[in-house]
């Protein structure tokens, strides 16, 4: 039976970390960190993740500003506001929750915003700059998914890593920070042969493919590592809940360590929010 790798014990130690830095930034330069979110529309995931992170802000003493805009929000108009906020020296960081309705170019939303202030890590400058190396802004979710394996096995120099799923928010990233560990990385997807077989091969197995219960216990080398990404919805026994990409229960039994879904990656992603506002707001006074 693998250990579970406690997500939300993880991103409470990280946010405590971050709670001392930030009192000490306002404390020493006078700088108090502020996240600007953007929410468009009435989506209902979209409202509990920016709640989430609004919450979290405060108990770390970050300042963040909501701008709330309705449906029928022109794609001008938002382009307008995100000017608004880059050129605002008092607001550090800029997310604009995904997805935005179908009359925006959510590309041009991500390509509007400055990259120092895209702490969401997908602004295309931020894309090159983490495929060279020269990391800036990072995407969360994956960033929060190296920081447990780091702090689960340490140095994961020459370990085999097998990334399911080839997103540009997380898959690809996943793929990037891992060689950056110097880990070999396998990237597999939907048009891959021998799936099972690849994944078999991981000493560390990183699940982002949206399909619930996607990866099975036979897919898992014995004492693996198993990041699950996943957040699925699904109806069992007349109820709705929510499930990963990897069957948890049979994975389990074979893997080392497993992350749970929910409570594994998806406080690390909002933690690694706070991380990233954070850093901004000390590039951006040249105290890094």
Known sequence: MSSVIDGKQ???DVC???????????????????????????????????RNKVRRCEQLGIRSIEHRLGDDTTEEALLALINELNNDSAVHGILVQLP??????????????????DVDGFHVENVGALTVGENQMVPCTPLGS????????????????????????????????LLQQSCTVTIVHSRTKNIEALCQQADILVAAVGRPHFVK?????????????????????????LVGDVDF??????????????GGVGPMTIACLMYNTVAAAKMQQGLV
């Open 217 to 241: 216990a036979d897919w898992v080398k014995p004492g693996a590592v198993v990041i699950d990404v996943g957040i699925n919805r699904i109806e069992q026994d007349g109820k709705s809940r």
């Open 146 to 177: 190296l920081m447990m394996l780091q702090d689960r096995l340490g140095d994961l120099s020459g370990k085999h890593a097998v990334v399911i799923g080839r997103s540009n928010i997380v898959g690809k990233p996943m793929a990037l920070l």
């Open 100 to 117: 935005v309705p179908e009359q925006i170019n959510d590309k041009a939303v991500l390509a509007a915003i400055s990259p120092a202030k």
């Open 249 to 262: 229960d049979a994975v389990s039994e074979v893997a080392s360590a497993i992350t749970p879904v929910p």
């Open 10 to 12: 993880f991103a409470d």
């Open 16 to 50: 405590e970390k971050l709670k001392a830095e930030v009192s000490e930034l306002e404390a020493q330069h006078q700088l108090l960190p502020c996240i600007a979110v953007v929410l468009v529309g009435e989506d209902p995931a979209s409202q509990v993740y920016v």
